[in-house]
Nanobody, 121 residues
Framework: VQLQASGGGLVQAGGSLNLSCATSGHTVDTMAWFRQAPGRDRAFVAG????????YYDDSVEGRFAISRDYIKNTLWLQMNSLKPEDTATYYCAAREVHGIRTSPSVYAFWGQGTQVTVSS
């Protein structure tokens, strides 16, 4: 399975970005977005199950970010609104073949290369 993330960039606080992650290879079940700021551990942002019926968000992004997925087109998105400087990080998409959204990065077997999001104040 290969994941290719895109859509990052520089945006002012309060602005929006939409990240996308294209997948290829065999079918995966749960997908998620993580982010990693310099000097910090990789942290869970949002997750979604195979058909998109179940989503879960970290408290820091709840109400501002929306994760979605097209299972047929093998594409994952993260719509990010009301961005804050503390959202600045490299964002990674991840996937696992096992059902169930988990917040630990260690259970995700497949990772994209990361896309940089920078929010200026």
């Amino acid at each position: 399975v290969q994941l290719q993330a895109s859509g990052g960039g520089l945006v002012q606080a309060g602005g929006s970005l939409n990240l996308s992650c294209a997948t290829s290879g065999h079918t995966v079940d749960t997908m998620a977005w993580f982010r990693q700021a310099p000097g910090r551990d990789r942290a869970f942002v949002a997750g979604i199950n195979r058909l998109g019926a179940t989503t879960y968000y970290d408290d820091s992004v709840e109400g501002r970010f929306a994760i979605s997925r097209d299972y047929i087109k093998n594409t994952l998105w993260l719509q990010m609104n009301s961005l804050k400087p503390e959202d600045t990080a490299t964002y990674y998409c991840a996937a696992r073949e096992v059902h169930g959204i988990r917040t630990s990065p260690s259970v995700y077997a497949f990772w994209g290369q990361g896309t940089q999001v920078t929010v200026s104040s």
